[in-house]
């Protein structure tokens, strides 16, 4: 069922919600929707799918029809165009203030939360301004001294200068802000000012994807909900929160289908917590759902009336298969075809719920063999990870027996959702571009556009 609108006439939002899934097209969110009806047997539509006012939305950067995170980042926090690459700036490199830090500068309450590195383009965008995202450092050191109220994600990348400790741990300290790590360390929280980030040792990159089910990694769901509670604790009266799904563009970039349709359930479950809050604030509350760019162009085949059930056999994402394969690699044990399909079968469910002809084996044989025999293969390279030719297969033949077919490993062109609920909620009905994004939100706000 579709929830109720409490926008038109209605005063402007408290509490506003902005939800980025990174590199969510109309594509994966398809597939998952399919995935959930087939398989799950789902009979409602993902949550953001059942807010009344729908569109979609262009991703060009002044660059490229291609945008990167930093160029979508920056547009849909600021809403200006830049090049690929640079963050909170034109093309110019002049400075461009996000909807976030505007808020901040009115009294608002500012949280953002990522499952990937808060320092990363998508975050970063909210407060950040360089004229390269891989300036970390000074990344780092504009989230020390922004103010808000509450950051989290996985893992600083700016922590460290050639190789040498820098002074952006002092710079949090000294600015007020409490780190936190992992889920254990939530009940701490103490401070106005709080950086969330997976425990020490655990991955900086992205906090572990939901079909790996890491043991002691933080989640989306209960970052938002940390998130929530720290603005409500210190800014009851307004505040702004920013989620992003950072882990679903990982999975995509890698052809990893049923580890991105796992992440999108995950963030879905993310937005329900904004739509728990709004049915007990609906004349104060704002919820917008979109995403940055499209990853993958991500299409289903007919041979996923059958195959998507596949995912369910899914329990190892590509990512940590492959780690899996270097550490094989690394050690001087002898691992043979036999035990390699042994593992295939109980992470992937090839050789038993999903289908392998012998024609296939033989293939996956040979790039076994090319691979941990020989060790002569060819990696394929991603913006995230680089993978071993055997990864690479074992995953293009998972995607092949799911119906899932990637056209790139990269970014497309393609449009897409934006979903709105709350006060204002019908400004982002039809066709947009992602700038229109804040500046509704501006307008809706009470901003000066």
């Known amino acids: 069922a579709c929830f109720g609108l409490a926008a038109g006439a209605a005063d402007a939002p408290k509490y506003i919600f902005y939800y980025i899934g990174d590199g969510m097209g109309l594509g994966p969110v398809n597939a998952t929707e399919t995935y959930r009806r087939q398989v799950l047997g789902a009979t409602e539509p993902l949550t953001m799918n ?79 301004h360089v004229p390269s995202r891989k300036h970390y450092y000074t990344i780092d050191c504009t989230m020390a001294e922004c103010g808000y109220q509450f950051v989290g994600g996985a893992g600083l990348t700016g922590t460290a200068t050639d190789g040498e400790p820098n002074d952006v741990w002092a710079r949090l300290e000294a600015n007020g802000v409490q780190v936190v790590r992992g889920p254990e360390g939530i009940d701490s929280i103490r401070s106005e000012r709080v950086l969330l980030l997976n425990p020490e040792g655990s991955k900086t990159w992205n906090i572990g994807y939901t079909v790996d089910s890491l043991p002691g990694v933080l989640d989306l769901p209960l970052m938002a909900r940390t998130c929530l509670r720290q603005l409500e604790r210190t800014s009851p009266e307004r505040f702004f929160m920013m989620v992003e799904g950072g882990n679903i563009d990982h999975a995509l970039h890698a052809n990893d289908g049923g580890a991105a349709i796992k992440e999108i359930i995950n963030f879905n479950e993310a937005i329900q917590v904004a ?35 596949y995912i369910d056999s899914q329990r190892i994402s590509k990512e940590e298969f492959n780690d899996y394969c270097k550490a094989i690699l690394r050690s001087r044990r002898v691992f043979t075809w036999e035990d390699m399909k042994e593992f295939l079968n109980e992470k992937l469910g090839l050789f038993g719920a999903v289908p392998v002809s012998a024609g296939q084996e033989e293939e996956l044989k040979e790039d076994f063999t090319k691979t941990f025999e020989l060790r002569n293969s060819e990696d394929q390279e991603t913006l995230y990870a680089r993978f071993n030719e055997f990864a690479k297969d074992v995953f293009e033949l998972f995607n092949t027996s799911a119906g899932l077919a990637f056209s790139t490993t990269g970014h497309s062109g393609n449009p897409v959702p934006v979903c709105a609920l709350g006060v204002g909620a019908d400004r982002f009905r039809g066709f947009m571009d992602n700038t229109d994004i804040p500046a509704r939100i501006r307008s809706i706000a009470g901003l000066s556009e």
């Open 275 to 309: 739509v728990d809050f709004y049915r007990q604030h609906p004349d104060e509350t704002l919820i917008v759902v979109t995403a940055d760019h499209d990853t993958g162009a991500l299409s289903l085949l007919n041979r996923a009336k059958d195959g998507l059930k």
């Open 50 to 128: 059942t807010f009344e006012q729908l569109g979609w939305i262009t991703t060009y950067s002044a660059s490229s029809p291609v945008t990167d995170s930093a160029a979508a980042g920056t547009a849909l926090a600021t809403g200006h165009k830049t090049n690929n690459g640079m963050l909170g700036v034109t093309p110019d490199s002049a400075t461009v203030q996000s909807v976030a830090a505007e808020l901040f500068a009115r009294g608002w309450g500012v949280g953002l939360t990522t499952s990937v590195y808060p320092d990363d383009a998508t975050p970063g965008a909210f407060y950040a």
